[in-house]
């Protein structure tokens, strides 16, 4: 079984439209995040949930908002979408918050023409 | 910067050579992370090192960690091509919830 899910794999749309990505985790962790990876690989935090409350906002723009409707799951939901919103999206979940090591779902590459 | 440094950016080496990459630093930090991303898939976490440690292994890779001089290296033996990928160093820092990521070393081993 896949430990982190997301989907979908690829996602293309166009500037302005609204989308969501899901993601799952089946390991029974009590953090989840979402990370956002550029061309240039540089990997960033953009939230963090923990028991479904939000531990980390990061400087990421209000169009982006993460929800968890249990603890298995955080979903991104990306609103008026943005051509430098294109990148690689990554969930990972965790036990130990940002102590421990964590597990990182598969990607989803986004890209927005 | 929160974020660690690595350093090559880049490596290419022979199969069955060591490899060597560095990351660096400039906050104080709980442990740091090493992790592997293959082409187009999710990082992998491959070994932690706690601030009071400053050795670890694990199969063929070995990490060292020196908070004097806040860097880390970490080393694979005897590389394989399927060790092909990019290495990450991630941070956990004192007072934060999340971990900070470098910007990667980008391995080839040549078969």
């Known amino acids: 079984d896949t430990a982190v899910s997301q989907t979908p794999k690829y996602l293309v749309t166009q500037m302005g439209n609204d989308k969501s990505i899901k993601c799952e985790q089946n390991?029974?962790?009590?953090?989840m995040y979402w990370y956002k990876q550029d061309s240039k690989k540089f990997l960033k935090i953009m939230f963090s949930y923990n028991n479904k409350e939000l531990i980390i906002n990061e400087t990421v723009p209000n169009r982006f908002s993460p929800k968890s409707p249990d603890k298995a799951h955080l979903n991104l939901h990306i609103n008026s979408l943005e051509l430098g919103d294109s990148a690689v999206y990554f969930c990972?979940?965790?036990?130990?918050?940002?102590?421990?090591?964590?597990?990182f779902g598969p990607g989803t590459r986004l890209t927005v023409l | 910067s929160q974020q660690g440094e690595e350093d090559p950016q880049a490596l290419s080496i022979q199969e069955g050579e060591n490899a060597t990459m560095n990351c660096s630093y400039k906050t104080s930090i709980n442990n740091l992370q090493w992790y592997r991303q293959n082409s187009g898939r999710g990082l992998v976490h491959l070994i932690l090192i706690r601030s009071n440690e400053r050795e670890k292994h694990s199969g063929r890779l070995r990490v060292t960690l020196d908070t004097s001089k806040k860097s880390s290296s970490l080393l694979i033996t005897a590389s394989r091509a399927a060790d092909t990928a990019s290495y990450f160093c991630a941070l956990d820092q004192t007072g934060a919830n999340n971990l900070f990521f470098g910007t990667g070393t980008r391995l080839t081993v040549i078969p």
């Open positions: 990972a979940s965790s036990q130990e918050g940002g102590l421990g090591r964590q597990f």
């Open positions: 390991l029974g962790h009590d953090t």
